[in-house]
């Protein structure tokens, strides 16, 4: 089992897993997952970020690690999962995934039967389990996000990841509606553009969805995020008062006040194969 550290739990009430995602990549999805992760572990929780992009994973890199094994050597059952995981800034546990291994992109029953178990496994010892998904509707991204009761969906002001956004909130809501779902817009110049940007999403998910989202409010245009990234660090640490810095912890408090979702964050095992569905074009000019 994954030691505690010197973290204790500060809330008592159990963890909160939420998957992070994006309807397109390049968005900044990981960035936040990253530096959520780390806003939330000063404030004295335990966290662990699980990169669920298989095959294609990068949260190692953007924090400078150097894994010998990863979370594809759990899923071909040569590790446990207890075994891939490293420390990263501020004790935050991360389970890396492997880069660039074809087979991963499409997992077979017995792959997440392992990785569900393993990751129940961790979220017990933990505050929050944050899960980092590929971007897009594929099978592999709909079944982990299947296996969370919160996701975030992160998007950007650009139309293209406005709608490919709203498709990855149809295809989630016709896998089941009891999902809670919460947008996040990355990168905008003023708060204005963010309250447009979940307007849209919102509109159009009651309109053609019959369900309401989350806003989770927006993350500034900052230069310090690249500096960071280029610098392979968190920037709520190596720019603590930057705007980004300061939106990132604000979102990690907002987190932190929330309550479990009826029992254990994971679900059951997600059915592989599901063909995910696509959305019409009436919705998706109501959306950009």
């Not at 029953?109 to 017990?124: C, F, I, K, N, Y």
């Not at 709909?142 to 996701?151: F, S, W």
């Not at 603590?240 to 309550?259: E, G, H």
Request: aromatic share 4%.
């Amino acid at each position: 089992m994954i030691a505690h550290g010197r973290f204790g739990n500060a809330s008592g009430r159990g963890p909160i897993t939420l998957a992070v995602t994006s309807g397109k990549g390049g968005v900044g999805k990981t960035s936040v997952v990253v530096n959520v992760a780390v806003a939330l572990a000063r404030l004295r929780n335990r966290v662990a970020v699980v990169d669920a992009d298989f095959g294609l994973g990068n949260v190692d890199v953007l924090l400078g690690l150097t894994p010998p094994v990863h979370l594809g050597h759990v899923l071909t059952g040569e590790r446990a999962l207890r075994d891939v995981v490293v420390e990263g800034p501020q004790g935050v546990r991360i389970v890396p995934a492997g880069s660039g291994i074809q087979e991963l992109t499409a997992l077979t029953p017995r792959q997440w039967s392992r990785l569900v178990t393993g990751l129940a496994d961790l979220e017990t010892e933990m505050d929050f389990v944050l899960i980092d998904t590929g971007a897009g509707i594929s099978s592999n991204v709909i079944d982990v996000l299947g296996c969370a009761p919160r996701v975030l969906v992160v998007t950007s002001l650009e139309p293209a990841a406005v709608v490919d956004a709203y498709a990855l909130i149809k295809v989630l809501t016709a896998a089941g509606r009891d999902k809670e779902i919460g947008v996040l817009v990355n990168g905008t110049t003023q708060a204005e553009e963010a309250e447009v940007v979940f307007t849209q999403l919102d509109v159009a998910a009651g309109t053609f969805l019959g369900r309401r989202l989350t806003s989770f409010g927006f993350v500034p245009h900052d230069p310090a995020v690249r500096a960071a990234v280029l610098g392979q660090s968190a920037v709520v640490e190596s720019a603590p008062s930057a705007p980004a810095s300061r939106a990132f912890r604000q979102l990690a408090t907002r987190l932190a006040a929330l309550a479990p979702l009826g029992g254990p964050g994971l679900r059951l095992v997600p059915r592989p194969g599901g063909a995910p569905t696509t959305f019409a074009t009436t919705e998706a000019s109501q959306c950009a």
